[in-house]
């Protein structure tokens, strides 16, 4: 069951705030956020596992609600270099999935000046 | 460190050809990636490798699509006969192991046109 991402798209001024949405109708072990900008390869950002850890990597963020099964990523001060295209990739309790990314449809986000 | 590599980077072939990709993971990464991404598009799994053995390939067309990882390192990914449908870019991704919640790293991709 492929996760669902919100909004599809999106579009911000340098410097203002960003947030993504993941969500998945199955129970999740964790959940991996990539971003990919035209034309190459998908960037790995970070991971959030089942507990409601939150990460952070300078100005991105990332949270993981267990009990909505969803998880949020968290751009802030946004920059130039942001714009791309962020995925989520969901990883399931199933015994069927160990390891196994399931990714959303993804959300393009555009910085202007 | 060196990255995933991929070759060719661009391959353009008419429907009922055959096609072939091939993958260099990041050494010493033990599991290995194959994905399909339609434009507009998350990656679709089509199969995952842990050293030279198969640990998922439910989501491959096994009619018409093959994967084979020799000696652990090297794969290639097969299209034969290719449709209209496969028109995509495959990108292979590699991690260190196949456990739970370890980064996959990808590679640039090879952007397939099927006319």
């Known amino acids: 069951q492929q996760p669902v991402q919100s909004p599809q798209a999106v579009i911000l001024r340098e410097g203002e705030d960003a947030v993504i949405n993941c969500s998945s109708s199955k129970a999740l072990y964790s959940v991996h956020w990539y971003r990919q900008k035209h034309g190459e390869a998908p960037v790995f950002l970070m991971i959030?596992?089942?507990?409601?850890e939150q990460k952070g990597h300078e100005k991105i963020s990332a949270s993981f609600n267990e009990k909505k099964q969803q998880s949020s990523l968290y751009l802030t001060a946004s920059q130039l270099s942001y714009s791309g295209t962020y995925f989520c990739?969901?990883?399931?309790?199933?015994?069927?999935?160990?390891?196994?990314?399931?990714f959303g449809q993804g959300t393009i986000l555009t910085v202007h000046p | 460190e060196a990255g995933v590599a991929q070759s060719p980077r661009y391959k353009i072939i008419e429907k009922r050809q055959s096609v072939a990709f091939w993958c260099n993971p990041i050494s010493g990464h033990a599991t290995l990636y194959w994905y399909q991404q339609i434009l507009g598009q998350g990656p679709k799994l089509l199969i995952q490798?842990?050293?030279?053995?198969?640990?998922?390939d439910s989501q491959l067309p096994k009619d018409r699509f093959s994967a084979e990882r020799l000696k652990g390192v090297d794969s290639t990914l097969k299209i034969q006969p290719a449709k209209l449908e496969d028109s995509a870019v495959y990108l292979c991704?590699?991690?260190?192991?196949?456990?739970?919640?370890?980064?996959?790293?990808f590679g640039p991709g090879t952007r397939l046109t099927v006319t």
């Open positions: 490798f842990q050293n030279n053995g198969v640990v998922d």
């Open positions: 991704a590699s991690s260190f192991t196949s456990g739970r919640s370890h980064e996959q790293y």
């Open positions: 990739g969901t990883e399931h309790l199933d015994g069927t999935s160990y390891g196994k990314l399931t």
């Open positions: 959030l596992l089942k507990g409601g």
